[in-house]
């Protein structure tokens, strides 16, 4: 059974730095795609930042040049470091992962990131 869990949210002022962890369990991250997303209330999951197997990193245009998307295979982890937060980067961020053979999309429970201003 694939369980990816995330760790690492808060509540941090404007400016401030976060750096999300999730963990996966039941699957091995190796040449699978990770991403994060975020969904604020009332709006729509939005990606925020993508890796690929072959380490290939990117990002919506909001969090370009602030948040950082890396994988450590031996640990089986994907992670986002997030720097100079504002408060619109506020939401619950998800751990997904998509399966390179099968298809298959996973994600994890999320945890919460509140920036204030």
């Known amino acids: 059974q694939v369980q990816l869990v995330e760790s690492g949210g808060g509540l941090v002022q404007t400016g401030g730095s976060l750096r999300l962890s999730c963990s996966a369990s039941?699957?091995?991250?190796?040449?699978?795609?990770l991403a994060w997303y975020r969904q604020a209330p009332g709006q729509q999951r939005e990606l925020v930042a993508q890796i690929t197997g072959f380490g290939r990193a990117n990002y919506v245009d909001s969090v370009k040049g602030r948040f950082t998307i890396s994988r450590d295979n031996a640990k089986n982890t994907v992670y986002l470091q997030m720097n100079s937060l504002k408060p619109e980067d506020t939401a619950v961020y998800y751990c997904?992962?998509?399966?390179?053979?099968?298809?298959?999309?996973?994600w994890g429970q999320g945890t919460q990131v509140t920036v204030s201003s």
């Open positions: 997904n992962l998509i399966q390179a053979f099968s298809g298959n999309n996973y």
């Open positions: 039941g699957v091995a991250i190796s040449f699978n795609t």
